[in-house]
């Protein structure tokens, strides 16, 4: 992702710098760690023990940031915050962990940021009970907002966290090239949350529709954007800064935009990438080294770059109809940040 590293300007170096680019919303998001730390549902021992694992590696924290940047550039009075803005950040984070937990077991993760999943050291039982607890936490946090129209948009986000990934499931190996379908998974199993948290922040502070419907935008297509990322790290990371196997998302026969930018074309890369799906010769770690030189030398990844920069674009578009702020700035700097992740 080399290419666009250069777009961290020397006057603002905190791009490249996620801690440093969050200081706005610093000490909001050490509360929020309180509240993920704090069992909310059960305070037995061991619960609070797999709690810690699911929680231990930390994360990076942007869907909570999101909120927290939405909820202060949106503000009645400029860079206040609510104690409901927090619980919000908290409920986002909760589902965004569950659904983590829940796919670990699903795909037979042993890895999760580094850190032995939950489904590797205990069990799969154990690993869906505790993916469903966090959901219940998340309700929790749901009703003390007491806000119909926010429980309507989190549980349209759950549905579609489901349906990306039965979508995904039912995609694996299916070598044609869908660049809506593509979309709309990542829609669903990303950036869904994304808009939820930017939309249902500016709702809980009395906003307008217009900046309702402009951080909804900006979290659509900056979630879209981080998913692309994401995809993008399957093919030129490794096991130390993404914390699992490269590749492993093609190994599973998960056709994502890299490959696809490959596959569209009608020539020898394409043709030798297809027959390596086809065979599920990806699935050895030969095969899978063969597949992913491919995409690389190929261009899957300059053309995914340029696609991740059209969306992050895009998400800092969004923003306009916000009153300018060091909130919405800050918003639209993370849309930068996103294409200089290595991790």
């Known amino acids: 992702m080399t290419q666009k590293q250069s777009s961290c300007s020397p006057t603002f170096v905190s791009v490249c710098d996620l801690s440093s680019l969050l200081e706005p919303v610093r000490e909001d998001l050490d509360l929020v760690e309180q509240w993920l730390n704090s069992n909310l549902v059960d305070d037995s ?3 609070a023990e797999l709690l810690g694992q699911v929680f231990q590696a930390g994360g990076k924290r942007i869907r909570p940031a ?3 940047l939405a909820a202060r550039a949106t503000a009645a009075v400029p860079g206040s915050l609510t104690s409901l803005q927090t619980i919000l950040a908290v409920l986002t984070e909760l589902i965004h962990t569950a659904s983590l937990v829940h796919d670990d077991v699903i795909d037979a993760a042993s890895l999760r940021r580094g850190q032995e999943t939950v489904n590797r050291k205990w ?6 009970l505790i993916g469903d607890l966090l959901f219940a936490q998340a ?3 749901l009703a003390k907002l007491s806000n119909p129209p926010i429980v309507g948009i989190y549980g349209q986000v759950l549905g579609d ?5 039965i979508r995904q499931m039912r995609q694996q190996f299916v070598l044609a090239v869908d660049w809506d379908s593509y979309i709309q998974k990542s829609i669903w199993k990303t950036a869904s949350l994304f808009a939820a948290g930017c939309e249902s922040a500016a709702i809980l502070n009395g906003c307008p529709g217009t900046a309702h419907a402009a951080l909804k935008e900006y979290g659509l297509k900056l979630g879209i954007c981080f998913q692309i990322v994401d995809d993008l790290l399957d093919f030129t990371g490794n096991s130390h800064t993404l914390g699992k196997s490269a590749g492993s998302d093609l190994a599973q026969g998960l056709i994502t935009a890299p490959a696809l930018f490959v596959l569209q074309r009608q020539d020898a890369p ?8 086809q065979t599920r010769a990806v699935m050895s770690p030969e095969g899978l080294t063969q597949a992913l030189s491919i995409v690389s030398n190929g261009g899957g990844i300059e053309a995914t770059v340029e696609l991740a920069g059209q969306y992050a674009a895009e998400a800092r578009e969004a923003l306009r109809p916000l009153t300018p702020s060091l909130y919405r700035d800050t918003l639209e700097s993370l849309s930068d940040w996103l294409l200089t992740r290595t991790k």
């Open 45 to 47: 021992p061991f619960i």
């Open 123 to 128: 069990s799969d039982k154990l690993a869906v």
């Open 161 to 165: 966290l489901c349906a990306g990934e």
């Open 66 to 68: 999101l909120v927290l």
């Open 139 to 141: 309700s929790v946090c």
């Open 270 to 277: 394409a043709a030798a990438l297809k027959k390596l799906l």
